[in-house]
């Protein structure tokens, strides 16, 4: 059989995208997802999503870790399956979306697309280091040479330590340059390595860069391996609210893997 895809990246987190609205494709192929994601067997990316139809929305998001796992919300890649529907004319420049953690709106503003995040309700600040729930869990923690810190190794560690143990987290590394922005390095489980990008991670940040003062800013500037984003939000009654991951989400290439 052939597959077509279309691969999107968002400031450098890549995605394979596929439209499965004729739910052809086969998601309990655990081994070909993981293929597909491979760099050098398929065609390379931190993580596959699936288009679906859905009765209340424009469309559904399915998400699949490079490990071929259905993952947790993926913030970069929720702004390139909007890019996506407007690709394949289901939307124009607004769209109401679900995913695994819920409904997402999103805005299409030229090369940017803004994301609504789900409100957070709870941030845990501990001595050296903050865990929340953007959509997907992850700990954050500063850092003062983040340039030759081994994202890998040490993110790992957290990863698979205590307290998170078997169901893991994602791990920031962050350097504050300015009074409203960070330099940010993530370790992304599901693909056990550093990410070049992580929408989720830096929606994290922003909110534990706020609750730690390490910013007075509502709207916070995110530098990434693979280009800036920005986080935008309010804070109300101890609850994180109007939460907007906002950033480019870019089309690469489609084409078509035998399988």
């Given at each position: 059989?052939?597959?077509?895809?279309?691969?999107?990246?968002?400031?450098?987190?890549?995605?394979?995208?596929?439209?499965?609205?004729?739910?052809?494709?086969?998601?309990?192929?655990?081994?070909?997802?993981?293929?597909?994601?491979?760099?050098?067997f398929g065609i390379g990316a931190d993580g596959l999503i699936l288009l679906e139809n859905h009765p209340e929305?424009?469309?559904?998001?399915?998400?699949?870790?490079?490990?071929?796992?259905?993952?947790?919300?993926?913030?970069?890649?929720?702004?390139?399956?909007?890019?996506?529907?407007?690709?394949?004319?289901?939307?124009?420049?607004?769209?109401?979306?679900?995913?695994?953690?819920?409904?997402?709106?999103?805005?299409?503003?030229?090369?940017?697309?803004?994301?609504?995040?789900?409100?957070?309700?709870?941030?845990?600040?501990?001595?050296?280091?903050?865990?929340?729930?953007?959509?997907?869990?992850?700990?954050?923690?500063?850092?003062?040479?983040?340039?030759?810190?081994?994202?890998?190794?040490?993110?790992?560690?957290?990863?698979?330590?205590?307290?998170?143990?078997?169901?893991?987290?994602?791990?920031?590394?962050?350097?504050?340059?300015?009074?409203?922005?960070?330099?940010?390095?993530?370790?992304?489980?599901?693909?056990?390595?550093?990410?070049?990008?992580?929408?989720?991670?830096?929606?994290?940040?922003?909110?534990?860069?706020?609750?730690?003062?390490?910013?007075?800013?509502?709207?916070?500037?995110?530098?990434?391996?693979?280009?800036?984003?920005?986080?935008?939000?309010?804070?109300?009654?101890?609850?994180?609210?109007?939460?907007?991951?906002?950033?480019?989400?870019t089309y690469v290439f489609k084409g078509t893997i035998s399988w």
């Amino acid at each position: 059989m052939e597959q077509p895809f279309y691969k999107y990246q968002g400031t450098g987190n890549d995605f394979v995208m596929i439209d499965n609205r004729q739910q052809h494709f086969d998601k309990n192929n655990t081994k070909f997802i993981a293929k597909l994601c491979d760099r050098r067997f398929g065609i390379g990316a931190d993580g596959l999503i699936l288009l679906e139809n859905h009765p209340e929305c424009d469309f559904k998001m399915v998400y699949y870790n490079a490990d071929g796992n259905e993952s947790s919300m993926c913030g970069n890649g929720g702004r390139c399956i909007t890019a996506f529907a407007k690709q394949l004319g289901i939307i124009q420049d607004k769209t109401s979306f679900k995913a695994i953690d819920g409904l997402h709106h999103a805005i299409i503003e030229g090369e940017l697309i803004k994301l609504q995040m789900q409100d957070v309700f709870s941030v845990e600040n501990h001595q050296k280091h903050v865990f929340l729930n953007t959509g997907s869990p992850h700990h954050v923690q500063l850092e003062t040479n983040l340039n030759d810190l081994a994202i890998k190794e040490v993110g790992s560690k957290i990863r698979y330590g205590q307290p998170y143990n078997e169901i893991g987290t994602n791990v920031n590394f962050v350097k504050k340059l300015s009074k409203d922005s960070f330099q940010v390095r993530t370790y992304e489980r599901g693909v056990e390595d550093e990410t070049l990008s992580c929408g989720t991670g830096v929606t994290a940040v922003a909110l534990a860069m706020f609750e730690t003062g390490e910013t007075k800013n509502n709207l916070v500037s995110l530098e990434t391996k693979g280009g800036k984003l920005q986080v935008s939000f309010e804070k109300k009654d101890d609850v994180y609210r109007r939460i907007w991951l906002i950033g480019p989400a870019t089309y690469v290439f489609k084409g078509t893997i035998s399988w």
